[in-house]
Nanobody, 123 residues
Framework: QVQLVESGGDSAQAGGSLRLSCAVS????????MGWFRQVPGKEREVVAL????????LNGDPVKGRFTISQDSIKKMVYLQMESLKSEDSAMYYC?????????????????WGQGTQVTVS
């Protein structure tokens, strides 16, 4: 398993932007899918964006399509989430994920490794 540490969460105004970072350590040999989920208290975790390795193909959750972009730097072992045109409904705890076990990539339970989360608040 890998270890994941998120950073970059902050408060922002609607229409603004933020960039989240995820530092990856440990063995990434089995981490063919990495990305971001988010969670609002009282709701289930939902997929935000995923990147597939080694192809580099990317997928976004429907609420963030056209606004958020995931990227990775394999040399620095970092995963980023660039968030643009922020909305109040983007306010959530954002988690970096790895170690996909297969199945439906939209399901949070399909990822074994999670970071501690970083809070984004949009007003």
């Amino acid at each position: 398993q890998v270890q994941l540490v998120e950073s970059g969460g902050d408060s922002a105004q609607a229409g603004g932007s933020l960039r989240l970072s995820c530092a990856v350590s440990g063995s990434t040999a089995g981490s063919n899918v990495m990305g971001w989920f988010r969670q609002v208290p009282g709701k289930e975790r939902e997929v935000v964006a995923l990147v597939f390795r080694p192809s580099g193909n990317r997928l976004n959750g429907d609420p963030v399509k056209g606004r958020f972009t995931i990227s990775q730097d394999s040399i620095k072992k970092m995963v980023y989430l660039q968030m643009e045109s922020l909305k109040s409904e983007d306010s959530a705890m954002y988690y970096c994920v790895a170690d996909f076990v297969g199945g439906n990539w939209k399901e949070a339970g399909r990822f074994k490794s999670w970071g501690q989360g970083t809070q984004v608040t949009v007003s």
